[in-house]
C-alpha cells in the first residue's frame, strides 16, 4: 500500500513511517519539513496522488484555543478535499481518549471538531483515540506546578507508549475502514497524583504533589474517567516500569 503520513517528521509520524515501511508497504512522510504545508495546501495534491491511505498524526504548533482550532478544521479541509479528489480509501486520524468528554479544553474542542469533518466527509475513514503518552508524563506534571507544588486531579489516568500508540495507528491503517472510533491505552490504570508523585520519585525531584478535585488539566477540569477508555478498548503490552528501562 502507499500510506502517506501527514505529520510524517513527529514522535509519532517517525515511528509509524518506520512500522509500516518494516511492513513493506510505502510509506511517505509528509510534512512542512517534506514541503507538504496542510494549512496552505502546498504539495498536498502531489503528496496523495496514488495513495491508498491517508493517516493524520499532525498536530498544531499553537495551543492557544482559537489557534488550534483554526489549525485542524483547516488541515483536515485541505486533507479531506484532497483525498476525495485522489480517490484515498482509508483516512486515519490520531486523536485522544476522552477529547469528547472535556469540553472546556479548547484543544479537545479542536480535536473533536476534526473528527466530526471527517465523518462528515464520505470517505471511508478510522478515528484512533489513544491514551496520553509515557513521553508527555512530564510535562503534565511541569504544567500543574505552582512553585515547589504540584497539583494534580486524583482521577484515573492509563498512558501508554509512543512506540505503541504508532503500533496500534499502523494496525489500524493497513486493515478495512471502521467508520468508528478504535480506543487504545497503556494497560495499566493509575491515578494522576500517585503518578505525579512516582515521576518525581523517579527523577529524584524535590517538587511535592497535591492531591486537588479542582486541579485543572491543561485549563480543563477532570472527571473521574475522562482520561480513560471505554469498554472494548485495546490495550497495548508496554508498562510504565519497562519503558522506563528501556529509555532511562
Known amino acids: 500500500m502507499k500510506i502517506v503520513v501527514i505529520g510524517g517528521s513527529g514522535l509519532i509520524g517517525s515511528k ?29 495534491a502531489d503528496a496523495l496522488t496514488g495513495a491508498d491511505a491517508v ?10 484555543d482559537e489557534a488550534v482550532l483554526e489549525f485542524f478544521e483547516t488541515s483536515t479541509r485541505t486533507l479531506l478535499a484532497a483525498a476525495s479528489d485522489a480517490g484515498v480509501g482509508h483516512y486515519v486520524v490520531l486523536s485522544i481518549v476522552g477529547c469528547d468528554r472535556i469540553p472546556d479544553s479548547g484543544y479537545m474542542r479542536a480535536k473533536v471538531a476534526q473528527e466530526k469533518l471527517v465523518v462528515a466527509s464520505g470517505i471511508r475513514y478510522s478515528i484512533v483515540h489513544a491514551t496520553q503518552f509515557f513521553e508527555f508524563l512530564q510535562g503534565i506534571v511541569d504544567a500543574a506546578t505552582d512553585g515547589d507544588t504540584v ?57 511535592s504533589v497535591v492531591a486537588d478535585p479542582d486541579a485543572r488539566y491543561f485549563g480543563a477540569k477532570l472527571g473521574e474517567h475522562s482520561l480513560v477508555p471505554a469498554d472494548g478498548a485495546r490495550f497495548a503490552a508496554t508498562r510504565l516500569d519497562d519503558w522506563r528501562a528501556r529509555t532511562n
Open 16 to 44: 509509524l513511517v518506520a512500522d509500516l515501511g518494516a511492513q513493506g508497504h510505502e510509506a511517505v512522510p509528509a510534512s512542512p519539513k517534506t514541503g507538504v504545508n496542510t494549512l496552505t495546501g502546498e504539495g498536498v
Open 55 to 64: 493517516v493524520d498524526v499532525s498536530n498544531s504548533p499553537s495551543f492557544e
Open 151 to 207: 497539583h494534580l486531579a486524583p482521577v484515573l489516568i492509563q498512558p501508554m507508549a509512543a512506540d505503541d500508540v504508532a503500533a496500534a495507528v499502523a494496525e489500524v491503517v493497513v486493515g478495512a475502514p471502521t467508520d468508528a472510533v478504535v480506543e487504545v491505552a497503556g494497560p495499566e490504570q493509575f491515578r494522576l497524583d500517585e503518578l505525579g508523585r512516582d515521576l518525581l520519585a523517579a527523577r529524584q525531584d524535590s517538587r
